[in-house]
Every structure is written in C-alpha cells, then in structure tokens.
C-alpha cells in the first residue's frame, strides 16, 4: 500500500512537503513516482525517485523547485515543493511500477495510493 499526505493550502512562493508511506514491500527494490491532477486535466508525472543507483527525475515545469528523496529505513518518499505557484494546484498522487526503474508511461504504475490534494493560493 502506498500512502500520500502532507497535502493542504499555501501561497504562493510557500513550501509543502508530501510524504509517500509505503507498507507491504519494501522500498529499497522499488522506484516511486509523484504524479498530479488538476481540474479538467490529464494526470501528469511530476517527479520519480528509482531505487537504481538513486537516480531521480523531473518534469521540466518543477525543475528546481521540486526535491524528491526517500529513507528507505522508514519506507518512505518524500516531494519537497518550494516556490509554489498556483498552477501546482492539484491532487497529489504517489504510486510504484513495481519495479526498481521509473518510467515516463503512468500505464507502467500499477500501485497508487490516495491522492492529497495540494491548493496554492492567496
């Protein structure tokens, strides 16, 4: 099971941290992805964090403003989000391919958690 939270309102230019808990595997053989959906559009990835060599990735609209990270020891993921603009609202998703690699498709993830939702404005 994947669990998202940490989710809430804040202005713009303010800062959240989301926390993934994973339960039932353990996180040190299995990549996890951010991904969020906003009113009226499609789920997007945001940010994935693979157990491969510690290899992270990010979409180009988060780039230096999103940090994910994980310790593996309390089997969980975390997305840092500074610098927070209104068009990152959104629900917040945390999910796993099952696999140690991230991958572009969100048809590769097979495990989601709940969604938090995450509102900026002022």
């Known amino acids: 099971q994947l669990q998202a939270s940490g989710g809430g309102l804040v202005q713009p230019g303010g800062s959240l941290r989301l926390s993934c808990a994973v339960s039932?595997?353990?996180?040190?053989?299995?990549?996890i992805g951010w991904f969020r959906q906003a009113p009226g559009k499609e789920r997007e990835g945001v940010s994935c964090?693979?157990?491969?060599?510690?290899?992270?990735r990010y979409a180009d609209s988060v780039k230096g403003r999103f940090t994910i990270s994980r310790d593996n020891a309390k089997n969980t993921v975390y997305l840092q989000m500074n610098s927070l603009k209104p068009e990152d609202t959104a629900v917040y998703y945390c999910?796993?391919?099952?696999?140690?690699?991230?991958?572009?498709?969100?048809?590769?993830?097979?495990?989601w958690g709940q969604g938090t939702q995450v509102t900026v404005s002022s």
């Open positions: 999910a796993t391919p099952g696999r140690i690699t991230c991958y572009s498709s969100l048809t590769e993830y097979d495990y």
């Open positions: 039932g595997f353990t996180l040190d053989y299995y990549a």
């Open positions: 964090s693979s157990s491969s060599e510690g290899s992270t």
